[in-house]
């Protein structure tokens, strides 16, 4: 059973930046693609960011693309979200999410999830 663990989050103005950071329970996260997801109040789950297991490949929202930057560190079990120039509308909870094999933009073909750090962006 693979156990994710998020951090980072909390309340930022606009224009700031964050880190959120996603640690893994199990030797296997190297051999897993990540991904981050979000959800604000009343929206539904939305694709953010994704990496493959050795960190060649990624892929991102076009909202976020040139703001965000997904890494990884199979060393540590972790995957990273960096998030620059945030916005409000980017206010929301962040998940972690990974799967084995190659990385998906959809939530619906992950395995595992983390519980969630909440981001806040004020403007």
């Known amino acids: 059973q693979v156990q994710l663990v998020e951090s980072g989050g909390g309340l930022v103005q606009a224009g700031g930046s964050l880190r959120l950071s996603c640690a893994a329970s199990?030797?296997?996260?190297?051999?897993?693609?990540m991904a981050w997801f979000r959800q604000s109040p009343g929206k539904e789950r939305e694709f953010v960011a994704a990496i493959n297991w050795s960190g060649g490949t990624t892929d991102y929202t076009d909202s976020v693309k040139g703001r965000f930057s997904i890494s990884r560190d199979n060393a540590k079990n972790t995957v990273y979200l960096q998030m620059n120039s945030l916005k409000p509308d980017d206010t929301a909870v962040y998940y972690c999410a990974g799967r084995p094999g190659v990385l998906r933009t959809s939530g619906g073909l992950y395995n595992y999830w983390g519980q969630g750090t909440q981001v806040t962006v004020s403007s």
């Open positions: 199990a030797s296997i996260f190297s051999n897993y693609a």
